[in-house]
C-alpha cells in the first residue's frame, strides 16, 4: 500500500508528526488523514494490551 503513495505525501505526513511532536502536539492522526489511511487509534486496536 505504501508503494502506492507518492513520497512527497508520505514526507508532508512526517513533517506534520514531528512539528506536532515538536510544539507538544500529537498530528498523529492528522498526518494518517492526510495519507487516508485509517487512524489505529481510534479503531478499538489501543484497547489491545501491547
Not at 24 to 37: E, K, N, R, S
Amino acid at each position: 500500500m505504501l508503494k502506492l503513495l507518492p513520497w512527497r505525501l508520505i514526507a508532508v505526513a512526517v513533517l506534520l508528526v514531528v512539528a506536532g511532536t515538536s510544539l507538544g502536539i500529537d498530528l498523529t492522526g492528522m498526518a494518517l488523514d492526510f495519507l487516508g489511511i485509517p487512524d489505529w487509534r481510534w479503531t478499538g486496536l489501543d484497547l489491545l494490551p501491547w
